[in-house]
T-cell receptor, first 112, second 116 residues
Framework: GENVEQHPSTLSVQEGDSAVIKCTYS??????FPWYKQELGKGPQLIID?????GEKKDQRIAVTLNKTAKHFSLHITETQPEDSAVYFC???????????FGAGTILRVKS | EAGVVQSPRYKIIEKKQPVAFWCNPI?????LYWYLQNLGQGPELLIR????????DSQLPKDRFSAERLKGVDSTLKIQPAELGDSAVYLC??????????????FGPGTRLLVL
């Protein structure tokens, strides 16, 4: 089955700096890669996603890149702000059944 | 538009007691998911419903866990009897469909269970 590994487990950055979180997946049939942000006491919230027919997607300060050959994808947050502090999860899904397999999460701390 | 609704938000019970969680998905969403999230980990799928049919329950511990979605809308997840190791967050999510893959899943706030 699918296995998703996520690094780093914690990340501290200064306000205004960039943050990068990386994930690798094992199933070459995976074709959908969402990123979720989870704040304390809340459920995961989708912030951006990418499909396997696209190499990069950007939404304001957030971007995701996908390398299908290497089976890894990354989340990039630019100009970080204190409200970006949260736990971020990557996930991968195959085309059969919409089953998401999540990484273990990255705790992002943005210091002001 | 209302998001995924879950209740209760918190539950504290003693071991060996039964407990039930309720989920109301986003209106019009045919696919409903129950996930388990242990502390410091990502969510893990327990069961997925397409309308009222459970189409993937391979990760559901069937000796003590059960779920239902009788009318293809609301769903209930039950644990009987609860064990100490069941302490976790139980998340419900929904999507428009689930058969084609790549459908966005929207999560509820979760139910935080503590078993004493």
């Amino acid at each position: 089955g699918e296995n998703v590994e996520q690094h780093p487990s914690t990340l501290s950055v200064q306000e205004g700096d960039s943050a990068v979180i990386k994930c690798t997946y094992s199933d070459s049939a995976s074709n959908y890669f969402p990123w979720y942000k989870q704040e304390l006491g809340k459920g995961p919230q989708l912030i951006i996603d990418i499909r396997s027919n696209v190499g990069e997607k950007k939404d304001q300060r957030i971007a995701v890149t996908l390398n299908k050959t290497a089976k890894h994808f990354s989340l990039h947050i630019t100009e970080t702000q204190p409200e970006d502090s949260a736990v971020y999860f990557c996930a991968a899904s195959t085309r059969y059944g919409n089953k998401l397999v999540f990484g273990a999460g990255t705790i992002l701390r943005v210091k002001s | 538009e209302a998001g995924v609704v879950q209740s209760p938000r918190y539950k504290i019970i003693e071991k060996k007691q039964p407990v039930a969680f309720w989920c109301n998905p986003i209106s019009g969403h045919n696919t409903l998911y129950w996930y388990l999230q242990n502390l410091g980990q990502g969510p893990e799928l327990l069961i997925r419903y397409e309308n009222e049919e459970a189409v993937d329950d391979s990760q559901l511990p069937k000796d003590r866990f059960s779920a239902e979605r009788l009318k293809g809308v609301d769903s209930t997840l039950k644990i009987q009897p609860a064990e100490l190791g069941d302490s976790a967050v139980y998340l419900c999510a929904s999507s428009l469909t689930g058969t084609g893959g790549g459908e966005t899943q929207y999560f509820g706030p979760g139910t935080r269970l503590l078993v004493l």
